[in-house]
C-alpha cells in the first residue's frame, strides 16, 4: 500500500476561448497511480475532470482538492479513516472533501469519471 497525494498543479486550462471542445478517448496520456491504478486529468478550468481506473489493488491517497468520483463501470469500494465502507457501483457517485484520507480497497474493479475542484 502506498500513500499519494493530490494537490494544486499550475495548469493552462482549456476553457481559455468560446466554443464547443470535443475530448476523444485517447486524447490524453495515462498516469500511473500504482502498477494497476491509471488515470488521466483534463484542466478545463479551476474545475479538472479525468478519467479514474483501478483493479483489485489496496491504496491509500489523501484528496487536497474537492473531487467527485462517478462510477461509469464495475464498482469502488473505499474506506475513509475511521473504517467506514462505501461501496459505489455504476451511476453513483463518491464524493471526497479537502484533506481526507481514503483507503481504496482492493476489492475495486471499477472506472470512473471525476471532477475535481480546485479553490480560485
Known amino acids: 500500500m502506498s500513500e499519494k497525494t ?7 486550462y482549456l476553457n481559455q476561448n468560446p466554443g464547443i471542445q470535443l475530448i476523444k ?7 500511473k497511480l500504482t502498477n494497476t ?6 484542466p478545463v478550468s479551476s ?3 479525468g478519467y479514474f481506473d483501478t483493479h483489485k ?14 462510477v461509469a463501470k464495475g464498482k469502488i469500494a473505499v474506506r475513509d479513516d475511521k473504517g467506514r465502507k ?11 472533501t479537502p484533506t481526507t484520507t481514503v483507503l481504496f480497497d482492493a476489492e475495486s474493479d471499477g472506472s470512473a469519471i471525476y471532477t475535481r475542484h480546485r479553490k480560485s
Open 86 to 96: 462505501f461501496v459505489a457501483e455504476e451511476g453513483d457517485a463518491l464524493i471526497f
Open 57 to 70: 489493488e489496496e491504496f491509500k491517497i489523501t484528496y487536497e482538492l474537492l473531487e467527485i468520483q462517478t
Open 6 to 12: 493530490l494537490s494544486k498543479i499550475n495548469y493552462k
Open 47 to 49: 474545475t479538472e475532470m
Open 25 to 31: 478517448a485517447g486524447s490524453y496520456e495515462t498516469k
Open 37 to 42: 491504478i491509471q488515470f488521466f486529468n483534463v
